[in-house]
């Protein structure tokens, strides 16, 4: 079995992936980068970018890129039923992004897929991540080149099929590859869930008006919805789903569990949409002229009980997750993904950077476990509404922050960061 070498491999090319790939890059590392998928997300869902990652991002040079193609939105207003009971004002923190960027998140991964290769670095697509064996030295991962093959001969479809198996042997590893992460699985690493799973189902749509500069959290007494607003006049409603509106199995969270819906979407899609919006934000009025895609998705507030070990790391979804409202799990990732490239930089030209990662592992499992309230998490303080000071708890996965930046919102609702 032929084998390559390299100082990093990132398993998975998502923003955090590709983000992990970048950021070791401009250290200096040697970097390649795999994914099961044969290109970066195949359509034009909306993700929303928070200040401390455009700043990151603007050391990369990329937030203008960016900026260009996003959506700027420095407020989020919550809401129960009729009333707008709280707000948060992203231009209060001041700095040079007061606001959250709502980018599609191919467009997203597309500039940062050019700028690695501007680096000189290829994302190596339809490679698959199969298993790994570490030592003290190094860590020898195989990998299955993916190719497809027509079967069928009445009704010919398309089937995945591995076309080749080798091995890479990379000093570190960093495993990006998503909820269902198989680097999280080979190092065996189990999760810590708070509650039960939450499902939602997301549609995009062009309305009769343009959308707000806002956005719109939901919470009634049950669920958490959240009205986006995007490009012209289109727009995005994500309903968390109680279990007497299930209809069947969610997919996992993942890219292929997307669905674009065709053109002319039933008529009923539509109507369901509209029912359901103004049942649960009476103020929405804007109608919906078309549905254009949807997609039912399950998320479950985790952490990994460890970040890695060795010489293998993991760093967004593959470690975290949480609710899709505030955006935390992508954005804090790839702050982590930051982290991480500055403590492997140290490991691969310091012969005691090694204990630099276990800093990296102790850092990350504090920050979310208050992120998921497991620890500390938001307390009212005596000028919190009493609407805000009852819903702490739900409110924590809904602002779109982490450290100061967290803090400082959250001060705004009269609530403070516990540690």
């Given amino acids: 079995m032929r084998k390559i070498q390299t100082e990093v491999l990132v398993v998975g090319a998502g923003p955090v992936g590709l983000a992990s790939a970048l950021l070791l890059a401009e ?26 990652t455009l700043r990151l991002l603007e050391r990369l040079g990329l937030a203008s890129k960016l900026i260009e193609q996003g959506r700027q939105v420095k407020t989020i207003g919550l809401y129960e039923g009729q009333h707008r009971r709280a707000a948060l004002d ?80 990379a000093q570190f590893v960093v495993g990006c590859d998503g909820n ?36 719109k959290v939901v919470l009634d007494a049950t669920t958490t919805n959240v009205l986006w607003p995007l490009s ?20 996992e969270k993942e890219r292929r569990a997307v669905h674009v819906a065709q053109t002319n979407v039933d008529e009923n899609i539509r109507q369901y949409v509209e029912k359901v919006a103004r049942h649960r934000a009476p103020w929405f009025m804007s109608g919906v002229k078309e549905i254009t895609w949807c997609t039912d998705v399950v998320f479950q507030h985790r952490v990994a009980k460890s970040f890695g070990h060795g010489r293998v790391w993991l760093a967004g979804d593959a470690a975290h997750q949480t609710g899709p409202v505030g955006a935390q ?59 805000v000071a009852e819903r702490c708890g739900r409110l924590l996965s809904c602002i779109p922050g982490s450290g100061e930046d967290l803090a400082q919102l959250a001060k705004q609702l009269g609530l403070t960061v516990a540690n």
């Fill in 27 to 52: 250290t200096g590392a040697e970097v390649q980068i795999i994914d099961r998928e044969f290109r970066t997300a195949a359509r034009s869902y909306a993700c929303a970018l928070h200040p401390a």
């Fill in 90 to 169: 992203l231009a209060e923190g001041g700095g040079d992004f007061p606001y959250m960027l709502i980018v599609p998140q191919s467009t997203f991964e597309s500039i940062l897929e050019e700028r690695l290769r501007e680096r000189g670095i290829k994302v190596n697509w339809n490679h698959r991540f199969d298993d790994l064996q570490q030592d003290a030295d190094a860590v020898n991962v195989t990998i299955e080149k993916l190719g497809g093959t027509a079967t069928g001969y009445i009704v010919p479809h398309w089937e995945t099929v591995v076309q080749d198996r080798f091995q890479i042997s």
């Fill in 180 to 215: 269902n992460s198989l680097v999280r699985q080979r190092l065996g690493i189990e999760s810590d869930k708070l509650g039960e799973p939450q499902f939602f189902a997301a549609y995009e749509f062009e309305a009769g008006t343009p959308a707000e500069d806002e956005v």
């Fill in 232 to 251: 012209g006049n289109k727009h995005r409603w994500t309903f968390q789903m109680v279990k007497s509106e299930l209809s069947g199995e969610f997919p």
């Fill in 329 to 387: 799990s992508m954005n804090v990732g790839i702050l982590e993904a930051e982290s991480l490239a500055g403590k492997l930089w140290k490991a691969l030209h310091d012969d005691t950077g090694m204990t630099s990662m276990e800093s990296y592992n102790a850092e990350r499992l504090k920050e979310w476990r208050s992120l998921l309230g497991m620890t500390g998490g938001l307390r009212p303080g005596s000028t919190a509404p009493s609407w």
